[in-house]
Every structure is written in structure tokens, then in C-alpha cells.
């Protein structure tokens, strides 16, 4: 569509303004996470992008050195049990302020994300997902976002059938000034999470 054209200069434009703006706190983040649990920095996680190529999706790292390899074997509530227990005490507070996904802002850059989409997932999800949803594949007409429609009006906790619904709605209906109500949307959670993770370690000490 031609509106994609637009979507994806505005991407551009945002994307690249939000990281000259927030490099030093990326360097503050980075330092904190090499002085308390070492390297690497950087979480890759394969990720299912438009028609479905595989890409790297970058977040900080906020699991303890090689989590990966210990909780490979383990899926659903228990995969979430033992990867609460592999956070690191810095990236609890990453995680609640969502500052662990500010590197997907290069992912944005690349060409591998858009601000605004459904959320990417990973290649063996998204086969299952798509075995038992017929519809699922229609997720991968666009880039898949940093937020999304679904989840700025649903918890992690819905199934994935709900938020594809969310997801769908977005995607026929995209526009620029759906994508900016979205990225508003975004901004204020995330503001909010921040200032509450901020008070939170305030309070306790």
C-alpha cells in the first residue's frame, strides 16, 4: 500500500531521533550491565519478520550468562517459571520499565521492524501457531513492531488468538494516524512503567 511508504519514513524519522536522544542513558545501561553480570550486552533472539524472513532481534541482556542454553529444554509455564528465575536483579528493573527493548530502535532502522506491528516471535511459535491458526501467516504482510495495536489494549497474559485479532485489525486498517495513536499510546505506557520501576527502587531503599 502506499501509506507503507509513509509508515516506514516515519519510522525512520522516529526511530533515529529516539536513539541520538537516549544514547547516553544506552551507555549507562550498557556499563551497569558489564559492571553487575559481565558480557555479552546484547540478547539476539531469532525472530519471524515480513513474509517470514529470519532476522536477529536485539534486546538487553537481562538473564544471567548462557540462560539461554539452561532453559532451552523448557516451554511454556514452565520455561516462564525458571526464566524468572535466571532475571538479573538490573534487568527486573529493564524489564519493568521496558528499557530492555530499546535496541529493537536499530531494528526499526534496519528495515527488520517498524515501530508499530504485531509483535515478532520466534520461528518454532510462529510454525505452531500457524498449524493450528489458518490466519496467522497473514501477520507477516507487514513488519512486525516494537508495540502493536494488541498490546496497547491487552495484557501479555491473552492468548495468542486474541491478540491476532487486534493484530488483523491493525493491519487492514493501518494509516499514519493509526500508527501515531499507537506510538502515543506506546510512549505514555512506557513513561508511566518507567516513573513506577523509578519509585519502586526509590521506595525500597
Avoid at 509513509?6 to 529516539?18: K, M, Q, S, T, V
Avoid at 538487553?60 to 548462557?66: G, I, K, N, S, Y
Amino acid at each position: 500500500r502506499r501509506v507503507d511508504v509513509a509508515l516506514r519514513g516515519l519510522d525512520l524519522l522516529i526511530a533515529g531521533f529516539w536513539l541520538l536522544l537516549l544514547l547516553p542513558a544506552l551507555v549507562v545501561v550498557a556499563v551497569a550491565i558489564l559492571l553487575t553480570s559481565g558480557s555479552p550486552l546484547l540478547y539476539r533472539g531469532r525472530r519471524v519478520g515480513r513474509h517470514g524472513r529470519i532476522f536477529d532481534m536485539y534486546k538487553f541482556r537481562t538473564l544471567a550468562p548462557d540462560a539461554e542454553s539452561r532453559l532451552g529444554p523448557y516451554y511454556g509455564e514452565e520455561l516462564s517459571r525458571r526464566t524468572e528465575e535466571e532475571v538479573t536483579g538490573l534487568g527486573r528493573g529493564l524489564r519493568a520499565a521496558q528499557l530492555d527493548e530499546i535496541p529493537q530502535l536499530w531494528n526499526v532502522l534496519r528495515g527488520d521492524m517498524s515501530l508499530v506491528g504485531p509483535r515478532p516471535i520466534r520461528p518454532t511459535f510462529f510454525e505452531q501457531l500457524a498449524h493450528d491458526i489458518p490466519q496467522y501467516w497473514q501477520r507477516l504482510v507487514v513488519r512486525p513492531g516494537l508495540s502493536g495495536f494488541a498490546q496497547t489494549r491487552m495484557g501479555r497474559e491473552e492468548a495468542w488468538a486474541e491478540k491476532l485479532a487486534h493484530d488483523l485489525e491493525y493491519i487492514a486498517d493501518r494509516s499514519v494516524g493509526l500508527y501515531l495513536r499507537v506510538v502515543a499510546a506506546t510512549a505514555w505506557r512506557v513513561l508511566r512503567l518507567s516513573f513506577k520501576a523509578m519509585w519502586g527502587l526509590a521506595f525500597r531503599r
